[in-house]
């Protein structure tokens, strides 16, 4: 019996723990149930001080209000994310995120010690037993939007463990638990339903879609000629008139005309009749034959330069005999050529070596950068930055002094951004080989390489271009890049001073044969691309005899086939030293106008010498055109013979002193202009800047300016505004402005002289005076006086010099017919081998595709 009361007794104390567990359990549940995110439970947490800790700091706990930012996707110092090993800290005070590595020395500096620790990993999405329905193909340039690209499409799901950590002894408290502090749960949960800071700042990843395809109705729509001539247009069988290509045809709505389209920059397309007939007739309109449907169809404006919607479409296509109702689509319409673009973005092969088996790298140096959208220029810049020694000594091995200096919001310090971008470019950190998990299909790693999102941010704040998601040109991000860098501290050597040299321009009077020589500053050797300069010219002529004759029978060259101009580099330089005419120079000597000979020259040498070839030109259709050429790059460079000399011996300068007379205003032009319109002063302004060339001349002046804040103002001559305004140098922040739109120093300096260094007079002097800036520059270097009085004795201008002998060790390459499109990847030589970096993929190069490059970097020898 005694035996028997026991057992019971013992019986009775296990389901009283057996009810205490399934209470614990349900509370915990019921936690789970208030709270959306998942939490965590430490179990070796056992009361003690752990609460006391925190409760030491509740008086610099803050809750964030509308107007804070809180940065909770990513270390402000590394690229750390909720999605790293270790998670990422939010600071319940400041709202900074924090890898782990960077909390106490933030706890140390603001004595802020409570955070809220996120650590998010991917799950994946089970799959339905049945087979899921086919993914629709887009059939808008858009996404997040119907018909577009989905943006929704996740084959994985987010858990997030959530926790809060006090320091100094790292006491870690479950989150959510009813025992934290009112104001620390409020903390809480406003960090976890805020915006991240960025991305409130990047408005196109907030609203999650963009529309690429968004067309305006064409104001020629509603009233549009139509010419009664009779034509009626078949259902089938259009050929153009003016060849034999029997796609890609457009239909003119005003006349009937069927002519082809544009020509593509991989040569197919059309032979640019339809353009040509619109620049003869000036008839606005024109549709996609083959894209006709009830739904609507593909109408180009020639002169609004757009795709455009016409609302009166069957109306004017019945015109012509059309039924709009009874045709099918036969041909792709603009919006599904560009989006089999962007689906196969690596179909440039040969730049992007696609048909190659390529061995991925990894460790430091080889970690990827993710495209942002069409950030590929910045990653393909800052790649082939970071492999030089000046910007590494920099950036890498002193961000630990970079980092102890940082303000206490580092995201905005540009030195703190860039050392954080070295260190995730170069420590290795982030490019590890994927393990024996990571290879299962079924585990959802996060992706590989780093996201700089927030050096992006802060680099490209303020620009109109760099802060948005458009595609750039890689040259002017370089140049925007030193701007940036310069302004960091006049007084200080920097890692551009790598690129920098100095540069010596000499223009000998003929008339007078004595001489003038300025010299500037320059970072990017620029050297011409001349067709004229192939050396395969036969060749090439074969080729485009061939695929002329292949277009008028209605085919096309098979893309092997392809010859493009061979162009040697060194006679691009060759072309870059030859001697310049420059006529209508107003010669001090003389004191009248003269002809002169200008030669460039190196006056220094620099240790890296980036090369910039002028690939982009302006056709004669007004049109931004690529040349497409190969070039012969060298894998040595040797500039010797280029070195300047400096004034000669027997050598006579030019007077220093100029007085050239100024033009005088040609009244009857004038007038002329005034019985257009005009305000008088806008017709001086016209004749003035155009030296009396006639009034077609004055009359495009007029009307390029008409929206120029001082276009009805008085006449104020350059040289009257220069002599009134101060001798004192610019604003180094504010010439850098001016020069990130693409204005040179010198012109920079003259706006801020002509508006007493009122930097925001200066730009809109600068915007609607760069007619006669740039006449100007055509027509008498600036004199050294003028920039080199502020830059030697701002910044003494010390220029590394040396051998003029090179070595190629890094190239950018740039696919698409405009620096506006396309795809840019870089290649660059790490211990004698040559490496690809594609935005996050990184990999051993085979076949480097050094002719086909767009900027080279070459180190001195």
């Not at 070839?613 to 497409?628: E, R």
């Not at 140098?729 to 920079?748: K, T, V, W």
């Not at 508006?755 to 925001?760: K, M």
Request: charged share 25%; proline share 6%; aromatic share 8%.
């Amino acid at each position: 019996m005694e035996e028997f009361v026991k057992r019971r007794v013992k019986e009775k104390e296990r389901m009283k723990e057996k009810d205490r567990v399934k209470e614990k359990d349900r509370v915990k549940e019921k936690d789970r149930v208030r709270c959306k995110h998942k939490p965590t439970y430490l179990n070796d947490i056992q009361g003690g001080n752990m609460y006391g800790t925190l409760t030491a700091h509740l008086k610099r706990i803050k809750v964030p209000s509308t107007g804070d930012k809180v940065f909770k996707d990513e270390c402000a110092y590394s690229f750390d994310t909720p999605e790293s090993e270790t998670g990422l800290y939010i600071c319940m005070n400041t709202f900074l995120g924090l890898g782990k590595l960077y909390v106490e020395e933030h706890f140390k500096k603001t004595g802020n010690g409570v955070f809220l620790h996120i650590k998010r990993r991917r799950k994946t999405i089970q799959k339905a037993s049945e087979d899921p329905p086919p993914l629709k193909k887009p059939t808008r340039l858009a996404i997040g939007v119907e018909g577009g690209f989905d943006a929704n499409q996740k084959s994985f799901e987010f858990v997030e463990d959530i926790s809060v950590l006090a320091l100094p002894d790292w006491n870690v408290l479950p989150y959510p638990d009813p025992q934290l502090p009112e104001i620390v749960n409020l903390s809480a949960i406003a960090i976890i339903e805020a915006e991240d800071a960025l991305k409130m700042e990047e408005a196109a990843l907030a609203t999650g879609s963009w529309e690429g395809d968004k067309r305006i109705i064409s104001k020629h729509a509603e009233n549009l000629l139509q010419l009664d001539n009779g034509k009626k247009i078949p259902p089938t069988g259009w050929k153009c008139e003016m060849c034999e290509l029997t796609t890609n045809l457009w239909l003119n709505l005003t006349d009937g005309a069927i002519l082809c389209g544009r020509r593509f920059f991989d040569g197919s397309g059309g032979n640019n009749h339809a353009v040509d007939y619109y620049n003869i007739t000036k008839y606005p309109l024109a549709v996609k034959l083959g894209t006709i449907t009830a739904d609507g169809a593909d109408v180009y404006s020639y002169d609004e330069d757009d795709m455009v919607e016409d609302p009166y479409l069957a109306k004017h296509l019945a015109h012509f005999g059309i039924n709009i109702a009874s045709l099918q689509k036969t041909e792709k319409t603009m919006v599904e050529l560009e989006i089999d673009l962007n689906q196969k973005i690596g179909e440039w092969d040969v730049i992007q070596e696609s048909g190659s088996q390529l061995t991925p790298l990894y460790g430091p140096g080889c970690t990827g950068m993710r495209n942002l959208g069409n950030s590929c220029y910045m990653n393909s810049v800052m790649q082939v930055i970071f492999t030089i020694p000046d910007f590494q000594e920099k950036y890498f091995d002193c961000r630990d002094a970079i980092f102890a200096g940082a303000p206490v919001n580092p995201t905005s310090d540009f030195n703190v951004q860039m050392a954080k971008l070295a260190h995730g470019l170069l420590s290795g950190e982030y490019s590890k080989p994927p393990n024996e998990t990571e290879i299962d299909e079924e585990y959802m790693p996060p992706p590989k390489g780093i996201r700089p999102q927030m050096f992006k941010t802060l680099v490209g704040r303020g620009h109109p271009e760099f802060s948005s998601k458009r595609q750039q040109d890689a040259e002017e991000y370089f140049l925007h890049l030193i701007n940036f860098i310069e302004r960091q501290g006049p007084h200080l050597p920097k890692a551009t001073d790598c690129f920098k040299y100095k540069v010596e321009e000499k223009v000998k009077c003929v008339a007078s044969g004595k001489v003038r020589y300025t010299y500037r500053t320059d970072y990017v050797f620029a050297v011409p691309v001349h067709l004229d300069a192939a050396i395969n010219k036969d060749e090439f002529s074969a080729y485009e005899a061939k695929k002329a004759l292949l277009e008028a029978q209605g085919q096309k060259i098979s893309p092997e086939a392809l010859v493009r101009p061979r162009i040697p580099l060194t006679s691009c330089i060759e072309a870059f030293a030859a001697v310049e005419t420059v006529d209508d120079f107003f010669s001090a000597a003389l004191q009248s106008k003269s002809i002169v000979h200008k030669t460039t020259r190196f006056a220094s040498f620099p240790n890296y010498l980036m090369v910039h070839l002028n690939k982009f030109i302006i056709g004669n259709d007004w049109v931004p055109k690529k040349l497409d050429v190969s070039m012969d790059i060298p894998d040595e460079l040797d500039l010797t013979g280029l070195q300047g000399t400096g004034l000669l011996p027997g050598e006579e300068e030019l007077p220093t002193e100029s007085t050239e007379p100024e033009i005088r205003i040609d009244d009857s032009l004038v007038s002329q202009l005034l019985d257009m319109g005009f305000p008088l002063e806008a017709c001086q302004k016209g004749v003035y800047y155009t030296q009396n060339n006639g009034l077609e001349a004055a009359t495009n002046w007029v009307m390029e300016h008409m929206s120029d804040p001082d276009f009805d103002s008085p006449l104020e001559l350059l040289s009257n505004k220069q002599s009134n305004s101060t001798d004192s140098c610019p604003d180094e922040n504010s010439l850098a402005i001016i020069m990130s739109m693409g204005f040179s120093r010198n012109q920079a300096i003259k706006a801020m002289k002509a508006t007493d260094n009122n930097v925001e007079r200066a730009v809109d002097w600068v915007l609607s005076h760069t007619a006669e800036l740039d006449a100007e520059m055509n027509s008498e270097p600036e004199p050294l006086s003028t920039s080199q009085s502020c830059d030697e004795r701002q910044e003494g201008h010390i220029y590394s010099d040396g051998s003029g002998k090179y070595k190629l060790v890094a190239f950018i390459s740039h696919m698409g017919t405009s620096t506006l499109v396309g795809h840019y990847v870089c290649h660059i030589l790490k211990d004698d081998r040559w490496v690809i970096y594609n935005d996050e993929k990184v990999a051993l190069s085979e076949h480097p595709p050094k002719d086909l490059g767009y900027l080279y970097f070459y180190k001195r020898m």
